[in-house]
């Protein structure tokens, strides 16, 4: 298993893309705090802070290229038979791949945390502290730390599914086209089923209404009235959900023709 994750590594590491995208990432961060800067009167310095400078939003799509395409890419140009002629199953083939996709979405959420405080310090030490109370007797600190911890649980439901849906499309092209669609059509019904669960109380367990964690995270007195659960309950569905969709992934992968 190591040396399946090891060769995972290897490969996203040295893809074009993958430097790419950190690069133009870590170039929109900036921009956007600079731009911050530049028009303190019109943009709220501390709400882009907690966002990590918009990186946030740009790891979703990241890592659902990224995802879409480990799978997808292997059955479009038929690499996918090497790894199985040799010693490995298909379970661990799989496994190597989500801990690979685990292991970069981690890093890539330190680094914006990280780059995040540096450009804090450098551009807004002036404006607020990080120990300063943001909201609900949050520090700026503790805030954007509950913030990056129920984006990670939220990405990962999505990614879920992204890595379901990889298994069945034969095209990269396509599997990315669908996991960001996906995501948006998502991220609309979320909203709408705050109206339906008014008349359905059974409907606060679907998987859209766990997408809103994050900002239960921060604002759970106000947040727990819309989606009917506690903070702990909504954890615990991500993580079931979570649990279900890579299961399922894990059936179809197994199955897949070659």
Partial sequence: MFTLVKQELFKLIHKKSTVILAILQLVLMIALAAFAKANSTSIDSKTIFISGFGGLGWIVFIMITACSSIIAMEFQYGTIKELFYRRYSRGMVLISKWLTMLLYSIVYYLATFLISLILQLILFSGDFNLTDIYQNNYSYLAAAGLTYLGNFLVL????????????????TAAAITVGIIGYFATSIISTIMFALMTKWEWLKW??????????????????????????????????????IFLGLGFLAFRRRNV
């Fill in 206 to 243: 679907n998987p859209f209404n766990m997408l809103n964690l994050p900002n239960q995270m921060l604002n759970g007195k106000i947040y727990k009235l819309l989606t009917m659960l506690s903070t702990q309950e909504m954890v615990i569905g991500n993580l079931v959900y979570i649990a």
């Fill in 156 to 171: 990962w439901l999505l990614l879920s599914l992204v890595l379901l849906l990889a298994n069945i499309f034969k095209t």
